[in-house]
């Protein structure tokens, strides 16, 4: 089981997509529930923002904030709703996707609800950061992050190039 | 458990995507089947169309059902035969993907043949209607719509934009 | 269950994709791993070859491998390590995609490691010929070779138009 501070040295930023939350007229629970998990795991959050459901506003931010941290989570927009395009900004953005963990992160929440194969959530790589998107509820953010957590101090390892080649699994 | 008449005052077109049956030569035993649970579900079937394994056919199938009904559900044509252009036609309509749906029909199939890891079925929507492929033969696509049914009532409302915003789980 | 020899009068090409074995400083144990598996299925390997990370020399590979074999497995460059490119090489050749056989390589994977999430391999059809991208440790490949290979015959038959068609499962 990794430590406690298995993302230590590790930079993230988090990403809460959400025209309620931007308009301030809903609080963002998820994002600080997020920020308080990776901090918990080690990681330095160096931006936490907020932006509405649009496709124009979040390509450039998935952009700028894959440039600057090695792990970008996003939590919401990743439903049917008409306004949810966080996939899709996300595969616009990446180069190289992880379909496995897009996958992990619905069978948790298949634990929770059977709803949770409704949710369009994608990973994927872009200028060698991990992004991946969550849903926006805090219980489904903070479920799936915890779902995924073990893997990634592994996988950021891996894409920054730490690791001896040991031909992956 | 959703009730009975859970899709009602929801419309679904089936289109039975099959060289055989549009010839005449086979019955089509699939979308009469679907037909029959969607209207137990309480959906209003608005047109029931067969098509042949011609992509030039079912794209603008696809696009023509799409922006009619709220529901579009398609029967044949996810295998490896090399005429089996299904999945490839629907990627070309939908604006956005829900993965989920696909892989919880190849689990459901998984529990009835091991081949049913063979199905390419996608799911997307177009629209904002939401499109399934379903496998070919009528145990297929039967038990795969049955998998996914207790879902569709709460999608369709996502999709239409009726649902009190909780954010998505 | 299939005969042992349930691949006979099939070819095959494997393909292993790294740049420390194709560089001479790493023994490939898993092509000829997963070159024995097929042979003792009745497969004709008709070519392995090695292969640098590099996707201009993998594409043309791939479509070189395509257009004479029934059956490509790739072992290597799944990973998130950033010169892991071998599903974005896969994607770029293959025309439509079975990602069943990418989640059943995941499952199986995931009863041997939870990092099997991490692998990002793709499995599609490019002239008629269906590629599969396997892990890249002999253990991985080898283990995820066996858990397709039951589904193997029968893919190839219905890619081959060999099958009396009874409409997909």
Known sequence: MPSPKSLAGRTAIILTVSDRCFA????????PALAHLLTQAGA?????????????????ALHAAASRA?????????GLAARD??????????????????ELIRQDGATRTPFAALSRGVSGIASNCLIINLPGSPEGAESSLRAVLPLLPHA???????TAHTRER
């Open 85 to 102: 395009i966080t996939p899709e900004a996300t595969l616009a953005v990446c180069t190289r996707l992880v379909p496995g963990l897009a």
């Open 44 to 60: 330095q959050i160096i931006d936490a923002l907020t932006l509405p459901d649009e496709t124009a506003q979040l390509i450039p």
């Open 24 to 31: 301030g007229t809903q609080t963002d629970l998820s994002g």
């Open 156 to 162: 950021l390892d891996l894409l920054a190039g730490h």
């Open 70 to 78: 090695s792990l970008v989570l996003t939590t919401g927009g990743t």
